[in-house]
Every structure is written in structure tokens, then in C-alpha cells.
């Protein structure tokens, strides 16, 4: 497995995630917030601490030209990049740090989520990566079958 992107040393419990989410969001009839579901999510950086990881995602971010911006359950959220509206109902690409451990059982591995927090979301006009392929789990490999356990996990946080 990985080693920490920040201070390389081995991954411990629990260990942090970059997440880039592809998700939208969900509303009652009444408009009210219900929840963000996730559709696909790709861990791009990992972390063996929260110091690393606080002293890392800014500046990951920064690379890919994006700002933290405050958490919002509204309809449109402001974009990273360009400030552009984004509409949360559709499938649109998010960030978040999640804190996670590793749990290893001999029929199963699969990571119990502590905390899952909103970084930024991108709108579809700066994230043309948002391919309708990106969000088909491939059932007949680990990772994808990882991920999936991993998004269940989330839905039950
Ligand atoms: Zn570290
Ligand atoms: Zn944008």
C-alpha cells in the first residue's frame, strides 16, 4: 500500500484521503437537503496524519488552480475555479478529506469512514473530465469492489 504523500513514512489508523467525488446532490419534495450521493470517488492523495494532511491539500489544491471554499447544501454551489455557478443536483465533481481506517478481515477489507469534510466542488465547464464512464464501478476487481464497500460505509456515516 501507499506511503504518506506528505512525510512518506507508512500509512497508520486511521489514514486521511483526498477524495475527488464525482456526487450530487439529493432533495426532499419539500426542497429541503437530504443528502450527497456519491457516484464515483478516487482517492488522489493519502495521509497518515491530519497534521500532514492540513499541511498538504491546500497546496495540492492550489495545483490544480482550486480554493477551499465553506460547505454549502444549497441547489448551486460557486465553482473552485472560476467562481461559476455549479449546479448540485447533476453529477458534478467534489473534493473532501476523509478520515478513514482500514479494516482487515480475513473474508473482507474494506474502510470505515470517522469523517468525510467538504473541500470544494468544481463546476462542469473546469472539470471536462466528468465522463459518463468515470462513475461505472468495475465489479470484478478489488479496488473497484473497495470502493464500492468504501462508498456503503459512507452512506451508513
Ligand atoms: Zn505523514
Ligand atoms: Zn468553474
Known amino acids: 500500500m501507499s506511503d504518506c504523500d506528505h512525510c512518506h513514512k507508512e500509512l497508520s489508523e ?19 437537503f437530504v443528502n450527497a450521493q456519491v457516484l464515483y470517488s478516487d482517492s488522489i492523495n493519502y495521509f497518515c496524519c491530519a497534521g500532514c494532511a492540513d499541511a498538504s491539500v491546500s497546496g495540492i489544491l492550489h495545483l490544480l488552480g482550486l480554493k477551499i471554499l465553506p460547505p454549502t447544501t444549497n441547489p448551486v454551489g460557486i465553482c473552485a475555479n472560476c467562481s461559476g455557478p455549479v449546479d ?15 479494516v482487515m478481515k480475513p473474508w473482507m477489507t474494506h474502510l470505515e469512514v470517522h469523517q468525510d469534510e467538504y473541500l470544494c466542488v468544481v463546476c462542469q465547464n473546469c472539470d471536462n473530465q466528468l465522463m459518463e464512464a468515470e462513475w461505472q464501478v468495475v465489479d470484478d476487481d478489488e479496488t473497484g469492489l473497495l470502493e464500492l464497500i468504501s462508498l456503503r460505509s459512507k452512506e451508513i456515516a
Not at 486511521?14 to 429541503?32: A, H, I, K, M, T
Not at 443536483?89 to 478529506?97: E, F, G, I, R
Open 88 to 102: 448540485m443536483t447533476v453529477p458534478h465533481v467534489a473534493y473532501s478529506l476523509m478520515e478513514a481506517t482500514k
Open 14 to 32: 486511521p489514514r486521511f484521503y483526498l477524495d475527488r467525488n464525482v456526487q450530487d446532490f439529493c432533495y426532499s419534495n419539500e426542497g429541503e
